[in-house]
């Protein structure tokens, strides 16, 4: 799980380690990236707007 | 590496040399190179932000250029450097991607805080709605029960080169925007037809105005002066002869305009129900026409055909049949054509003029009067 999270963070800054690239690759199922991709991308999202409506008020 | 030092010095003193030429010319804002510092208190704000964005820009220029010419000069081939042959940093690609995005987000902080007061536009003191026309510009004080069009005010002679132009060419209006210095004004921006963009760089104002909605602005003036400005978004063929001009006037002169404004409308008030002579409306449909018509009819009254239609020798303009015609035509335009309709622009005094001057003017030879009562009751009659 926390191996799926850092890759995730790492697909967000756009830079991945060679190994770690391969090492995701040895799993059998894209599932577990899709959806944590989708969550994390989720309180991206509501972080910036927090942060926004933080700053305007 | 013992060429290195030299080279190293050269590209600092070539360094210098660049900064210090560069912050001589964005100092001295009157070169016209740079942005204009304005004469409110957020267009200075904005235009610190611009130079300290601007010299994080230099400084990165001078790091990223500085380490490639060194790289490229220090590890040349023919001192034979060999080039590294490896495929992936990973220390390096988050270095080079987090630091951009710690720098952006330095740079959002203090411009955020810029905008905040840019929307601002609580506890104005005047309120002006500001609502762009193809081609110029109607201000309305809300509070003032006062309101007027302002038009291009250079003379079409010099447009078309037989004079020389003037200082302001351009730039100049016949009705300029009179606002008191040290009151926060509110602008209210719309539009009639289509989107124009109400721009004058001393005020920070670039706003557009948009048929249908509402923009807001707002400013404060502390120098009396005259700020000049144009529309900044496309909006047909008479663009660029719709400038601003806002005057920015003490407390007292501003009430004095003020009165002075509203003397000029009950004079007009009261010049709608007299008989006017042929000369009067003769010598202020000269005026009215070639601020309004003589753009596209052309102020000899030859037009553009097909078109604009020459007015000159326009059996509507010559013959008493025509005159019922003529009349609609200025009051509600012509479908299918360019022709506006002035019923909501001009007052019926100007209307009334402007129609006598067509008729009489350049040969033509109706010989009738349109009196500025005619026009009242034909528009209380809709
Ligand atoms: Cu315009």
Not at chain 2, 43 to 56: A, T
Not at chain 2, 74 to 86: E, L, M
Not at chain 2, 258 to 280: I, K, N, P, Y
Request: with cysteine.
């Amino acid at each position: 799980m926390l191996q799926v999270i850092k890759s995730v963070l790492a697909a967000f800054l756009g830079v991945q380690s060679e190994k770690n690239r391969q090492q995701d690759f040895q799993s059998r199922s894209p599932w577990p990236f899709i959806v944590t991709g989708v969550v994390m991308t989720l309180v991206f999202v509501l972080v910036v707007a927090s942060v926004a409506r933080w700053a305007a008020s | 590496m013992h060429s290195l030092l030299p080279f190293g010095r050269w590209l600092l003193v070539l360094c210098v040399i660049f900064a210090s030429q560069v912050q001589a010319a964005a100092i001295n804002t009157s070169s016209g190179w740079n942005l204009p510092p304005g004469v409110t208190s957020i267009s200075q704000e904005i235009f610190s932000l611009h130079m300290i964005i601007f010299w994080i820009c230099v400084a990165i220029a001078v790091v990223v250029f500085g380490v490639m010419f060194w790289s490229l000069f220090a590890y040349r081939k023919s001192k034979g450097a060999k080039p590294a042959n490896f495929h992936e940093n990973t220390t390096v690609e988050v270095i080079w991607t987090a630091v951009p995005l710690l720098i952006l987000i330095a740079m959002a902080i203090p411009a955020t805080a810029t905008l905040k007061k840019i929307y601002d536009t609580s506890d104005a003191d005047i309120d002006i709605l500001v609502t762009g026309y193809q081609w110029r510009w109607h201000y309305q004080y809300v509070e003032e029960d006062l309101s007027f069009f302002s038009n291009l005010g250079t003379p079409r002679s010099q447009i078309l080169g037989e004079e020389d132009k003037g200082d302001f060419y351009l730039l100049e209006v016949d009705n300029p925007l009179v606002v008191p210095v040290g009151k926060k004004i509110r602008f209210l921006f719309t539009s009639n037809d289509v989107i124009h963009a109400w721009w004058v760089p001393d005020l920070a104002i670039k706003k557009d105005t948009i048929p249908g909605f509402i923009n807001e602005s707002w400013t404060i003036i502390d120098e009396p002066g005259t700020y000049r400005g144009q529309c900044a978004e496309l909006c047909g063929r008479d663009h660029a002869y719709m400038p601003i001009e806002v005057r920015a006037v003490s407390q007292e002169t501003y009430d004095e305009w003020l009165e002075e404004q509203r003397q000029m409308l009950a004079e007009d008030a009261a010049g709608s129900q007299r008989e006017w002579t042929m000369d009067e409306l003769m010598d202020r449909g000269k005026g009215v026409y070639n601020t309004y018509c003589a753009a596209c009819h052309q102020a000899d009254g030859s037009g553009m055909p097909p078109a604009f239609p020459a007015l000159k020798n326009n059996p509507m303009m010559i013959t008493e049949e025509g005159r019922d015609a003529h009349i609609d035509a200025v009051l509600y335009g012509r479908s299918g054509t360019s022709m506006p309709a002035y019923s909501g622009t001009l007052s019926v005094a100007d209307i009334a003029a402007v129609i006598t001057y067509e008729r009489n003017a350049w040969g033509n030879d109706a010989g009738d009067r349109v009196q500025p009562s005619e026009i009242s009751e034909m528009l209380s009659d809709d």
